[in-house]
């Protein structure tokens, strides 16, 4: 089996996709375990279906104050559930597994139990999924864009740093720069 109950102490992460225990006070004698990636999975997944993350923080706050940042986080993500959208088109099988992956609780969450991954390879939401071909890496994408060169960016969102930089508070020279001279 790949997946053992090793427990690691390491920080290191997007906090808004950073399982609660990773980051918390009371956990962090103890570690955590594999389980904290399965919740980064709830997140993510929720991310590619709606467009945010479940639990933001305060992006005015970064860089500025981090630990502001990863307390707005934690404060939204105690409240224990993924508020989906009224009259989404997202199935009842899709959220049920967000919401089973993001359960602040490791065992209680989807793939934290005895089972390990296999729970979260049982699930519902993979029910169409041929495990053995996505092992072998023999399964085919059900969509490929069409691309005119190696460099095509035609099917990505346009983004401008410096829009980007405005809503988060930060313009004009980067106070990092020096840091990364040569890098």
Known sequence: MWMTKAITQT???TPAYMAPEIFSDNDAQEGYTYSA?????GVFTYELLTGTTPFEGDASTMPRDVEQYYLAIMDNIEIGFVDWAEG???SETTQQFVDSLVITDPPRRL???PKGIKEIKE????KSLDWELAEKRELNPPYIPALTNLADTRHFDEFDVDVYDAMLGRGGEDPYEDLFKNF
């Open 37 to 41: 990636d399965f919740f980064s999975l």
């Open 111 to 113: 793939g934290g139990g």
């Open 123 to 126: 699930h519902e939401f993979f």
């Open 11 to 13: 920080i290191i992460g």
């Open 88 to 90: 989404t088109t997202i």
